[in-house]
Antibody
Framework: VQLQESGPGLVKPSQTLSLTCTVSGDSVNSGAYYWTWIRQPPGKGLEWLGYVFLTGSTSYSPSLKRRIVMSLDISANQFSLTLSSVTAADTAVYYC???????????WGQGALVTVSS | EIVLTQSPATLSLSPGDRATLSCRASQRVNSDSLAWYQQKFGQTPTLLIRSATTRAAAIPDRFSGSGYGTDFTLTISRLEPEDFAVYYCHQYGNLPWTFGPGTRVEIK
């Protein structure tokens, strides 16, 4: 199983950050996993952002709930993240991950650094 | 939201030493749904332990997890040079899922 993040590395303040995670070796159509986004600001710890499930159901971090949307593209075997109205505080390495066995992250993407700057 | 507190923040040990890392939850973690991850500098986190005590695939048996309810422990029985890293606990028994702030295990 491999996951790979893709998207712009630089986003201007107040604009929207969009990332896609391409999954290989598994199917996002599987009902066994939660497809998850996690981020890590430079030099800091990990922050769970949310997940999307096969049915399209989602759960988001309360602190980001008003700005975040996650979705699945079953035909492309991808899932995506959009985060609106970004500020410098959203600068981080963004990881996509597969949550299995109820929610532990067994496979991760390599991470994508997104910098918010004008 | 469950807040996870990890202690100590930094652990200074020598290769061969035993490492004991603590993760305390602000409320009971449902079904002991607690995982531990290792993150080496500049690398992606790796799952070590899930469900508080179950080692993930291919994880050496010097790593063990214990605990239940609100108090959990990761033990590394004998530190190898490659074990010096940051360790995070993560609870997934209650939404929103949360991470602890991490414990850095450094070479003394």
């Amino acid at each position: 199983v491999q996951l790979q993040e893709s998207g712009p590395g630089l986003v201007k303040p107040s604009q929207t950050l969009s990332l896609t995670c391409t999954v290989s070796g598994d199917s996002v159509n599987s009902g066994a996993y939660y497809w998850t986004w996690i981020r890590q600001p430079p030099g800091k710890g990990l922050e769970w952002l949310g997940y999307v499930f096969l049915t399209g159901s989602t759960s988001y971090s309360p602190s980001l709930k008003r700005r975040i949307v996650m979705s699945l593209d079953i035909s492309a075997n991808q899932f995506s993240l959009t985060l609106s109205s970004v500020t410098a505080a959203d600068t981080a390495v963004y990881y996509c991950a597969r949550a299995a066995n109820g929610g532990s992250f067994d496979f991760w993407g390599q991470g994508a650094l997104v910098t918010v700057s004008s | 939201e469950i807040v996870l507190t990890q202690s100590p923040a930094t652990l200074s040990l020598s290769p061969g030493d035993r490492a004991t890392l603590s993760c305390r939850a602000s409320q009971r973690v449902n079904s002991d749904s607690l995982a531990w991850y290792q993150q080496k500098f500049g690398q992606t986190p790796t799952l070590l332990i899930r469900s508080a005590t179950t080692r993930a695939a291919a994880i050496p048996d010097r790593f063990s997890g214990s605990g239940y309810g609100t108090d959990f422990t990761l033990t590394i029985s004998r530190l190898e040079p490659e074990d010096f890293a940051v360790y995070y606990c993560h609870q997934y028994g209650n939404l929103p899922w949360t991470f602890g702030p991490g414990t850095r295990v450094e070479i003394k």
